[in-house]
């Protein structure tokens, strides 16, 4: 096919407006997949059961559509993009290969914090905006309004914008059309020395590491020795394909096509996103590669018990090679063992992956709270000037310096859009002001919504902001954030006592003028958590000496059934069944049993 007659692009949109849909139809409108009544809801791309559970797209999916419009066949490439904020960094790397994008609008819901985000993504990146509207067949639809919005918000011309629905199959025709008629095709020459752009990697139980790559110029074949330009590695390609959905074996690729690469890499590590592949022995331009995707959230992973050290281990490296965006490190814990501090995009994205770890490998870890990336400038002393850093990050709170040794301490900031109906607005600014958030805009959207823009603290919505959002709004309000950088803010390390030991499991990095509220909140609820035990446990907050909260579990008498002499026996049984079945999930912690799900618990609102 030629390159004029090729087309790379994605469809973005806020979660659950129906990009799997579209991209079913489209799919099938191409003849990719069979159409068929008992399949129409079946959404191709999203692949993993947690996706298909929770309705969002994890990883990012791709297909290649033949389309025949006017009587020429074009090819269209979709590159699928994830659904949800953790992952709007992974809608970046996804539109790197793109010329174009859908911006795909509910035309009930209007538009939504991640619309916005996903067109200045887009319109950042130079690429052409289709307009869609979706759900149209809705009956509460309101195609006016949201043209409306997207007029105020991005001057978008309500005459360019199609209104379709995906569902019933309507208006998809019109949607192929604008892609082969508004998209330029991909900027690349044939004739050039072969380069591909590395945008995805995934991993295979039989292959390893397979890529997904734009060739930008030239022919890839099978059997070629090709290089990457980040590790200088060399490898054969063993495997080409190209996915219609479904992987179609092919010899080569040629420039403008999106494909499967697999070579000899031993593991997705080596698999680079953003790297570029040329031939060995060829010298070539560097593709503009884009910024790895970085963790936001830490958390440490350790095994029940050190017998299931190996087989949590196995676990963890089976489910990293399949998602690259999670970094692993060894650490260990005087009160856990040894165990690891794993790196995600967002703490949607540490629950999809211990998830998968209990349903796919039936492991039961214990998961400390997590924690941000934290940025703090030491006192200078001549050994640190000596090694020139006095500048540490940690997001261990173990790690967390003396104070005497602290010089200033910052916390990693987000930008955040909210767009809400103006009834949740009072409900909304406080939250975000309890929040420490700075506004810095506010833009009526329509007659009755509201976008507002503050600046965050990372720390302060990762844990339950976007739940808080939704339950304050009865689910109407929606949320997106970016990096934004670090900023000075006095930090302190909170810690947690149980009968005067220290565990730093349980300590946390918090703001100063949070710390007596914060400490509170957690020794009541560890007083919640905890069990009675054989003897009394005074559970305190600190800071540094100062103790700022206090509690006491009382001892519980020997027998949990002593008080039920005589009759009711099935009472009986039942407390002593929950007693053991208590004990099963329990883990020692300065001689004090802690139930599996205390360190998480105790941070959660
Ligand atoms: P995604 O999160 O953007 O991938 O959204 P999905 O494609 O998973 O769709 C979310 C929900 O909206 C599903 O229940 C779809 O069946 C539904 N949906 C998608 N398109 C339409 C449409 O055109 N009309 C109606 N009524 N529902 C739709
Ligand atoms: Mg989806």
């Given amino acids: 096919i030629p390159v004029e007659q090729i087309r790379n692009f994605s469809i973005i949109a806020h979660v659950d407006h129906g990009k799997s849909t579209l991209a079913d139809r489209l799919l099938e409108h191409t003849g990719a997949i069979k159409t068929g009544r008992d399949k129409?809801?079946?959404?191709?791309?999203?692949?993993?059961?947690?996706?298909?559970?929770?309705?969002?797209?994890?990883?990012?999916?791709?297909?290649?559509?033949?389309?025949?419009?006017?009587?020429?066949?074009?090819?269209?490439?979709?590159?699928?993009t994830p659904g949800h904020v953790?992952?709007?960094?992974?809608?970046?790397?996804?539109?790197?290969?793109c010329q174009g994008v859908i911006?795909?609008?509910?035309?009930?819901?209007?538009?939504?914090?991640?619309?916005?985000?996903?067109f200045y993504l887009a319109f950042g990146n130079d690429l052409v905006i289709i307009p869609v509207l979706n759900k149209i067949d809705l009956p509460n639809a309101d195609p006016e309004r949201v043209c409306h919005q997207l007029q105020t918000l991005f001057d978008i011309d309500p005459s360019t914008i199609l209104k379709i629905s995906a569902k019933k199959g309507i208006g998809i025709d019109k949607v192929l059309e604008a892609i082969v008629k508004t998209l330029p095709s991909p900027p690349v020459d044939r004739n050039a020395k072969f380069r591909a752009l590395l945008f995805d990697s995934s991993h295979d139980k039989y292959r390893g590491a397979l890529s997904l790559i734009f060739v930008k110029d030239g022919?890839?074949?099978?059997?070629?020795?090709?290089?990457?330009?980040?590790?200088?590695?060399?490898?054969?390609v063993k495997s080409l394909s190209l996915l219609r959905p479904d992987e179609v074996p092919v010899k080569k690729l040629v420039a403008g096509q999106i494909g499967l690469l697999g070579c000899n890499m031993r593991s997705s590590k080596e698999a680079h996103i953003g790297d570029t592949i040329h031939h060995v022995g060829e010298t070539v331009e560097v593709l503009p590669g884009f910024?790895?995707?970085?963790?936001?959230?830490?958390?440490?992973?350790?095994?029940?018990?050190?017998?299931?050290?190996?087989?949590?281990?196995?676990?963890?490296?089976?489910?990293?090679?399949?998602?690259?965006?999670?970094?692993?490190?060894v650490d260990t814990s005087p009160a856990l063992g040894q165990g690891w501090r794993l790196g995600f995009l967002g703490l949607l994205h540490m629950e999809v992956f211990s998830q998968r770890l209990e349903q796919e490998y039936g492991a039961e870890p214990i998961i400390t709270a997590p924690s941000v990336t934290y940025k703090i400038k030491l006192k200078p002393t001549k050994q640190l000037i000596k090694d020139g850093s006095d500048i540490i990050y940690i997001n261990?709170?173990?790690?967390?310096?003396?104070?005497?040794?602290?010089?200033?301490?910052?916390?990693p900031m987000v930008k955040a859009t909210i767009i809400t109906p103006d009834e949740y607005l009072g409900s909304i600014i406080s939250l975000c002001m309890e929040r420490r958030g700075v506004q810095t805009n506010a833009t009526n959207i329509d007659n009755n919504r509201v976008?507002?823009?503050?600046?965050?603290?990372?720390?302060?919505?990762?844990?339950?902001?976007?739940?808080?959002?939704?339950?304050?709004?009865?689910?109407?309000?929606?949320?997106?954030?970016?990096?934004?950088?670090?900023?000075?803010?006095?930090?302190?390390?909170?810690?947690?006592l149980l009968n005067g030991t220290a565990v730093d499991e349980l300590s946390s990095i918090v703001h100063i003028t949070k710390s007596q509220t914060i400490g509170k909140q957690m020794v009541h609820r560890l007083k919640d958590i905890i069990p009675r035990q054989m003897v009394q446990i005074a559970v305190q907050a600190a800071i540094g000496g100062k103790i700022l909260a206090r509690e006491n579990i009382k001892p519980y008498r020997k027998d949990v059934t002593a008080k039920l002499y005589g009759g009711d026996v099935t009472r009986r049984m039942k407390l002593l069944a929950q007693q053991a079945a208590g004990k099963k999930k329990m883990r020692m912690v300065a001689n004090i049993s802690l139930p599996r799900e205390t360190f998480i618990d105790v941070l959660k609102k």
């Fill in 103 to 118: 911006l795909l609008v509910d035309a009930n819901d209007g538009v939504q914090a991640q619309t916005v985000a996903n």
């Fill in 291 to 329: 910024q790895p995707l970085k963790p936001m959230v830490f958390a440490g992973i350790y095994p029940m018990d050190q017998s299931q050290h190996i087989h949590l281990r196995n676990a963890i490296e089976k489910l990293t090679l399949n998602d690259s965006a999670v970094t692993v490190e």
């Fill in 451 to 496: 976008m507002l823009q503050y600046d965050l603290p990372l720390c302060e919505i990762v844990l339950d902001f976007h739940d808080t959002l939704k339950t304050l709004s009865s689910g109407y309000a929606s949320f997106d954030y970016e990096d934004s950088g670090y900023q000075s803010s006095n930090l302190v390390k909170l810690q947690i």
């Fill in 396 to 411: 261990n709170p173990a790690h967390f310096p003396d104070t005497v040794k602290i010089e200033e301490t910052f916390e």
């Fill in 86 to 97: 953790d992952f709007s960094n992974e809608v970046s790397r996804s539109l790197s290969a």
């Fill in 219 to 236: 022919t890839i074949s099978l059997g070629d020795n090709i290089c990457s330009a980040h590790t200088k590695k060399e490898y054969e």
């Fill in 40 to 80: 129409s809801n079946q959404q191709v791309l999203d692949k993993l059961q947690v996706e298909r559970e929770r309705g969002i797209t994890v990883k990012a999916q791709s297909a290649s559509l033949l389309y025949n419009y006017n009587g020429e066949k074009f090819l269209l490439n979709l590159i699928d």
